[in-house]
């Protein structure tokens, strides 16, 4: 199985502040990478497929890049609104995986 | 609008069977692969399977392949999972979610772009 280590397990933003969020693949995985937000007691929602592409509706302040093995979530300005849990899933093999999730907080 | 709707959750005992349903509407059912994902409470995301438009095709995460069964009705629009041998470490919401493929210089990444809200699965005695 592709093992996805993801850092960090929690992170604590100022408001307008840049944050970033790491997947490391035990394994190259082409950029078949989607990130995943979640808010309290809600079920997921897609923000970035394909490691770079913006889901419709998602605002521009979320990105995604990397390549091969590594790959990250990137928040330019934190918004009240982002305080969730953030999931990256890679479907290049199976069985897909996820990585353990980032707790993100306002500080 | 794409609605997906589980239901079928509940109390169950150790060793029992349930049968989640997953109700698709608002798009063309028997276009998409479909999937299941679960979370045990206060964890993270979990992949159990998914299946193909017209189930010829069915993947599952290992440790799971011989506990449950994902099958799909598509003149009913329907996604079905039945768990069997539950245990507690089953005891987790469970989603279902729709598939989605963007193609990249002839590569299919695949994403899930739809997910329904859930149904909570206890199990215990």
């Known amino acids: 199985d592709i093992q996805m280590t993801q850092s960090p397990a929690s992170l604590s933003a100022s408001l307008g502040e840049t944050v970033s969020i790491e997947c490391l693949a035990s394994e190259g995985i082409s950029n078949d990478l989607a990130w995943y937000q979640q808010k309290s007691g809600k079920s997921p929602q897609l923000l970035i497929y394909a490691a770079s592409r913006l889901q419709d509706g998602v605002p521009s302040r979320f990105s995604g890049s990397g390549s091969g093995t590594r790959y990250s979530l990137k928040i330019s300005g934190m918004q009240p609104e982002d305080e969730a849990d953030y999931f990256c899933q890679q479907s290049y093999k199976y069985p897909n995986t996820f990585g353990a999730g980032t707790k993100l907080e306002l500080k | 609008e794409v609605k997906l709707v589980e239901s079928g959750g509940g109390l169950v005992q150790p060793g029992r069977s349930l049968k989640l349903s997953c109700a698709a509407s608002g798009f063309s059912f028997n276009d998409y692969w479909m999937g299941w994902v679960r979370q045990a409470p206060g964890k993270g995301l979990e992949w159990i399977g998914e299946i193909n438009q017209d189930s010829s095709t069915i993947n599952y995460t290992p440790s799971l392949k011989d506990k449950f069964t994902i099958s799909r009705d598509n003149a009913q629009n329907t996604l079905y999972l039945q768990m069997s041998k539950l245990g507690s470490e089953d005891t987790a919401i469970y989603y279902c979610?729709?598939?989605?493929?963007?193609?990249?210089?002839?590569?299919?990444?695949?994403?899930?772009?739809?997910w329904g809200q859930g149904v909570m699965v206890t199990v215990s005695s």
């Open positions: 979610a729709r598939k989605a493929i963007y193609v990249y210089y002839g590569l299919l990444l695949q994403y899930f772009d739809y």
